[in-house]
């Protein structure tokens, strides 16, 4: 998972560049709780995997597995139906949020700098005014992301191993 360390410290320094209001210095310390998190969940789900099935490649792929779940029951339970409209609607803060933002990509973040995320933010409330939106963000490419991570790693895996027995 060093590749998503690189990853998101580039994403934090992008994001610091072309950012007249970013703060560096917070976001380094706040996200890095964030990506050894990351880092940490990774590990464990692959070692437990790993233990159980003996095989890399599953090993590898179970967190995009165990993330995709995870955010979908995040999502869909978070669904609202208000004036005949289907909302993302969650209490700030809520393990619900907490987990979908530890686990955000400072790279997709750039994406917020450009097109802002409307709606009622305030209160303890959070309600994306665009659900298809919210999920594009913050479901939808991170898990790409994490699936480009696993294959990255999967093919670094693949090399090493090759260099080891040859």
């Not at 690189?6 to 970013?22: A, F, I, Q, R």
């Not at 003996?54 to 609202?80: G, K, P």
């Amino acid at each position: 998972m060093s590749i998503n360390l690189v990853l998101n410290l580039t994403g934090l320094v992008v994001k610091d560049w072309l950012s007249d209001e970013y703060d560096f210095s917070f976001d380094l310390y706040w996200h890095g709780y964030h990506i050894g998190y990351q880092t940490l969940t990774f590990g464990l789900v692959f070692i437990f995997v790993y233990c159980v099935f003996r095989h890399t490649r599953i090993a590898i792929y179970s967190f995009v597995a165990l993330q995709l779940i995870m955010f979908h029951i995040i999502f869909f339970s978070n669904l609202e139906t208000y004036e005949n409209t289907t909302r993302f609607s969650a209490s700030w803060p809520s393990f619900d949020l907490t987990y979908l933002e530890s686990n955000g990509q400072e790279l997709v973040d750039i994406i917020s700098i450009y097109d802002p995320m409307t709606g009622i933010f305030d209160c303890g409330i959070f309600s994306p005014e665009n659900t298809s939106r919210f999920y594009l963000v913050w479901i939808l490419l991170p898990l790409l992301y994490f699936l480009g991570i696993c294959r990255l790693t999967e093919d670094i895996a693949k090399k090493n191993v090759s260099k080891v027995g040859a």
